[in-house]
């Protein structure tokens, strides 16, 4: 069987044109291999690594939501727009969170929160039939660990204790409303956005161990952080581009 023949324009072969998702995947690899960096980055200690995370943590969220963007899965995508939104609210808390004053952490999370916001609308408006075990699940996990977070969070800054009941309300409202997406964004989208909520609670319930209840945390826990979080961003992103194939 012969080898087709290169189109030619005047004697000359052309140059295949490039793949369609060939941009947004590049655009992927570059969010993973910064992520993969940056959670390096974070579970080493020192002043130099703490530096370099100023460079690497800013660039994630604009990586992934350029992903998305020229993702050509996405263009019909009902969950596009609401998961943009939702980088941009984490990118806000990305940097916020590079500092570790108080009223970095309360803005850090309030950003934050309007990403989950962002993602909770999205998922409302294609919402299915009710599915309650899950949300209800969620509602006791929140019930048994945001008051004692919030109180432990008081202890150190009477400011933050609200600032941590509201943020952990809203996340675990984000992580339910996931679990209630219809069957209309297909199967694929569903499961991984779920994964990717829960991927988000497992990051910030980590980050509460982390801050609240350990005296002397180790480094390497950052790292874990940012691994569940990367990972957790990344699902939900490809969860909204499946969402528009259906």
């Given at each position: ?17 490039a ?6 995947r590049r655009?992927?690899?570059a ?5 993969a960096?940056?959670t390096?980055?974070?579970?080493t ?6 530096r370099?995370?100023r ?5 994630l969220?604009?990586a992934?939501?350029a ?8 263009v ?26 108080p009223?970095r ?7 934050f ?21 899950a ?10 660990s ?21 943020y ?7 992580a ?5 997406v219809?069957p209309?964004?297909g199967?694929?989208a ?5 994964a990717g909520a829960?991927l988000?609670?497992l990051?910030?319930?980590i980050i ?8 002397d ?10 691994l ?10 490809e969860g909204a581009?499946r969402a528009g194939?259906?």
């Open positions: 069987m012969s080898r087709p023949r290169p189109t030619t324009v005047g004697g000359w072969p052309c140059v295949p044109a793949p369609p998702r060939t941009t947004s655009l992927r690899s969010y993973v291999a910064v992520a960096l940056d390096l980055l974070a579970g200690a020192g002043r130099r690594a703490h370099a995370r460079l690497t943590k800013p660039l969220m604009p992934l939501a992903s998305l963007a020229t993702d050509p899965r996405a019909g995508s009902p969950l596009r727009a609401t998961t943009l939104a939702a980088h941009a609210g984490g990118w806000g808390g990305d940097v916020l969170l590079l500092g570790e004053a009223e952490f309360m803005a850090g999370a309030g950003s929160a309007l990403g989950h916001a962002a993602y909770i609308a999205g998922f409302r408006s294609r919402r299915g039939a009710p599915r309650w075990p949300p209800a699940a969620l509602g006791v996990l929140w019930g048994l945001g008051p004692p977070l919030a109180l432990a969070a008081a202890r150190q800054d009477r400011r933050l204790g609200a600032t941590v009941a509201a952990s309300a809203v996340l675990t409202s984000m339910a409303a996931s679990t209630q219809g209309s964004v199967v694929a569903r499961r991984s956005t779920m829960g988000f609670l990051s910030d319930a509460g161990l982390r801050e609240l209840l350990l005296t945390p180790p480094q390497r826990l950052e790292s874990a952080v940012m569940t979080y990367a990972a957790a961003q990344l699902l939900l992103a581009a194939t259906g």
